[in-house]
C-alpha cells in the first residue's frame, strides 16, 4: 500500500455519502486508527473534536470575507480548493476558473485561473486560509519530532486526514456561504474540484440551489480565447489556445524562447497538440536549454511524451550542464527511465560527473547508486565525502539513504581523508559552527528591526562528521590554515568552538580524538572550552559545561592510545 491508498478510499467514501464535518472527522480518524500503525493516532481521537469545534464556521467565514473583498466573478464555473501538503503545511487556498473542462483536461485548471489573485498571477493573501488546529493534531501523533521512520508510519493517516478534511469543509461550508447564494438560480451551479499544490484534483460536486450535485460533464475548454492567452509575450500565454487560432508552434518571444518553452508548464494535452501543430521538440533557448532541460519538474509522463515526439534526452545547455543533471533530485525511476530512453549517464560537465552532483540528494538507492556505477558513472576530482560533508543533511531524505552513500563511496575505494588540509571531516565540522554563527547574527539582524526570527533549515552537519567518524575519518586531523575565531591555527576538530551542546565532542573523544593536543597557540581544546564559559548567555556556548566536563574527565583518562578509529 502506498502512502495514498488510505486518502483516495476515504475520499471516495465522503465524496459518496458527504457526511457532515464532524461526522466526517470522526469517519477518517477511525479508519487512520484501523490502518497499519493506526495506535500511533489514539491521542487524536480523543483531542480532535474540541480542538477542530468551530472550525467550519471559521472557513464558511473566511470564504465570506474573501467574497466581500474580492467578489467572485460573474462567469465563473468551477472552483479549485488546496489540499495542505509540505508545500503548503496548514494552508488551504481556494482559484476560480471561468471555464469547466472535462476530466481529461483537469475541469479546466491547465487554464488561466481568474481569482482570487494578484498582479504576477500568485495567490491574494485573502485567498489563502491557515489551519494550525491540524498542526496542533499532527503534534499529538509526534509528527512534529517524528524521525524519517515514525513519518513513514504516519504518513499514509496525515494525507488522508488533510484531503478528508479539505473536502468536508468544502461539502458542508460552500452551501452556507454568501456567494453559494448569488450562485442558487443559476442553471450550471458552481461547479468544485479539490487537489494538492502539484495540481492533482478530484471532483468533488456542483452546488446547484445550495445542494450538492454530481459535477456535470463538460465539453472541450478550447473555446474563445482573450489577447492575452494567445500573446506568447504575457504571463496568461495558453499554449492550446494561440495553437487553436493558427499559431507558429516554432515561434520564439523576445527572450529567444521557443512557445512551448514560453509556456511551461505543459500538460499532455499540451504536447499533443504541439506535435499536431508540428513543433519542433529540439528546438532551443537562447542560452541553450532544450524543452526536457527546461521541463524537469514536470510530471514524468510529460517528460516521456515530449521524448517520442522527438525532444533530446541527451542535450547540454549552453553552459555544458547535460539535461540528464537537471533530473539529479528526481525519483531515482525517473533518472533510471530517462537514461534507458537515451540520456548519457557518463557525460561531464568539465570534470563534473553525474554521481558527483547526485551523491548529496538520497533520491538514489544504493542499487541505484551500484546501477550507475555498472554502466561506467565514476566521480569526478572532488571527493564525493567532501560533497556530502559541505551539503549535510536534510530530513526530506531518509537517514538510511545517507548511510549507504557513505558506503557505497568507501566500497568504491574512495579517500575518507582527503590530502587536502581540510578533510571532509573538518568540512562538516566547519559548517556545523558557521551554521550557528549566521543563525546567530541574524538573530541580532532582526532583533534590532523588530522582526520574527526565521528558523533556518537543519543541514545537520554534526550527524555528518559523526557518520564520518564512524566510518574511520581521522578525528586529528589538523587545520593548517586557520580562521579566528572559530578554528585556531593548526587546530584539531576539538577546538572548533560550537557548544551548543556536547554530542560532536563525545563522539570525537570516542573515536580517537586526542583532548592533549595543542593548536599554534599552544592552547588545548579544553582551554578554548573553558573560555567559552565566560559567554554562556551566547546561543552557541549554552551547552558549554557539558563540554568542559567531557574534555575535563578524557584529558584525566588519556592514556596516550586512542581507541580505534570508525566502527
Same mark, same amino acid.
Given at each position: ?18 457526511? =457532515? ?51 467572485? #466573478? ?14 503548503? %503545511? ?11 473542462? %472535462? ?99 478530484? %471532483? #468533488? ?6 445542494a450538492w450535485q454530481k459535477m456535470r460533464r463538460a465539453k472541450a475548454i478550447l473555446t474563445a480565447s482573450s489577447p492575452r492567452e494567445i500573446d506568447i509575450e504575457t504571463f496568461g500565454f495558453n499554449l492550446r489556445k494561440y495553437l487553436a487560432a493558427g499559431g507558429d508552434p516554432n515561434a520564439r518571444n523576445s527572450e529567444g524562447q521557443p512557445a512551448m518553452i514560453a509556456a511551461l508548464p505543459l500538460s499532455l494535452q499540451d504536447v499533443r497538440a504541439l506535435k499536431d501543430a508540428g513543433a519542433d521538440f529540439t ?6 536549454? =532544450? ?46 527511465? #530517462? ?27 544504493? =542499487? ?121 591555527m593548526n587546530a584539531t576538530p576539538l577546538m572548533v568552538q560550537r557548544y551548543d551542546d556536547d554530542k560532536l565532542v563525545k563522539a570525537l573523544l570516542k573515536h580517537g580524538a586526542d583532548p592533549t593536543l595543542k593548536s599554534a597557540e599552544g592552547k588545548t581544546a579544553l582551554d578554548y572550552a573553558r573560555r567559552a564559559q565566560k559567554r554562556k548567555d551566547r546561543l552557541a556556548n549554552v551547552g558549554v559545561d557539558a563540554v568542559v566536563k567531557q574534555l575535563e574527565r578524557a584529558e584525566a583518562k588519556w592514556t596516550g ?7
Open positions: 500500500m502506498d502512502d495514498f491508498t488510505l486518502q483516495r478510499s476515504v475520499f471516495r467514501h465522503i465524496a459518496k455519502t458527504r457526511p =457532515s464535518f464532524d461526522q466526517g472527522i470522526k469517519y477518517v480518524l477511525g479508519r487512520i486508527s484501523e490502518a497499519p500503525h493506526g495506535s500511533l493516532w489514539t491521542p487524536c481521537v480523543a483531542k480532535a473534536p474540541k480542538l477542530l469545534a468551530g472550525m467550519l464556521d471559521s472557513w464558511v467565514a473566511w470564504m465570506d470575507r474573501l467574497d466581500k473583498a474580492t467578489p467572485l #466573478l460573474e462567469n465563473t464555473e468551477v472552483l479549485w480548493f488546496e489540499v495542505p501538503s509540505e508545500l503548503n %503545511p496548514a494552508l488551504t487556498s481556494v482559484s476560480a476558473y471561468d471555464t469547466l473542462g %472535462p476530466a481529461s483536461e483537469a475541469y479546466g485548471m491547465d487554464e488561466p485561473r481568474t481569482w482570487p489573485e494578484n498582479e504576477d498571477g500568485t495567490t491574494h493573501e485573502s485567498g489563502l486560509w491557515r489551519m494550525p488546529q491540524f498542526d496542533q493534531l499532527l503534534a499529538l501523533a509526534g509528527w512534529e519530532t517524528a524521525d524519517d521512520e515514525l513519518m513513514g508510519r504516519l504518513r499514509p493517516g496525515v494525507y488522508a486526514l488533510h484531503y478528508a478534511a479539505t473536502a468536508l469543509l468544502v461539502l458542508n461550508g460552500l452551501p452556507r456561504t454568501s456567494l453559494a447564494a448569488r450562485w442558487m438560480k443559476r442553471p450550471k451551479g458552481l461547479s468544485v474540484a479539490i487537489g494538492w499544490a502539484s495540481g492533482d484534483c478530484d %471532483p #468533488l460536486g456542483t452546488v446547484v440551489d445550495r528546438a532551443l533557448d537562447s542560452q541553450g536549454n =532544450s524543452i526536457l532541460t527546461r521541463s524537469w519538474l514536470e510530471p514524468f509522463t510529460v517528460i516521456r511524451r515530449l521524448i517520442r515526439c522527438g525532444a533530446n534526452p541527451d542535450t547540454v545547455n549552453g553552459k555544458g550542464m547535460p539535461a540528464l543533471f537537471e533530473f539529479r533530485s528526481r525519483p531515482w525511476k525517473d533518472i533510471r527511465e #530517462l537514461i534507458l530512453l537515451g540520456a548519457n549517464p557518463k557525460r561531464k560537465e568539465g570534470d563534473t560527473t553525474f554521481l558527483d552532483v547526485a551523491i548529496p540528494y538520497g533520491n538514489i538507492p544504493r =542499487s541505484g547508486l551500484d546501477w550507475l556505477w555498472k554502466r561506467g558513472v565514476r566521480f569526478g576530482p572532488t571527493s564525493p565525502f567532501e560533497t556530502i560533508a559541505k551539503w549535510g543533511f536534510l530530513d526530506q531524505w531518509p537517514r538510511k539513504s545517507m548511510r549507504e552513500r557513505l558506503d557505497f563511496c568507501l566500497a568504491k575505494k574512495v579517500p575518507i581523508d582527503s590530502p587536502k588540509t581540510c578533510t571532509p571531516l573538518w568540512t562538516a565540522i566547519l559548517h556545523h559552527a558557521y551554521d550557528l554563527v549566521s543563525y546567530e547574527k541574524h538573530l541580532a539582524e532582526q532583533s534590532k528591526q523588530g522582526a520574527a526570527p526565521w528558523q533556518p533549515l537543519n543541514h545537520d552537519h554534526a550527524w555528518i562528521a559523526r557518520l564520518l567518524l564512524e566510518r574511520g575519518a581521522n578525528p586529528n586531523a589538523r587545520f593548517r590554515p586557520g580562521q579566528p575565531p572559530l578554528v585556531a592510545k586512542p581507541p580505534k578509529r570508525g566502527k
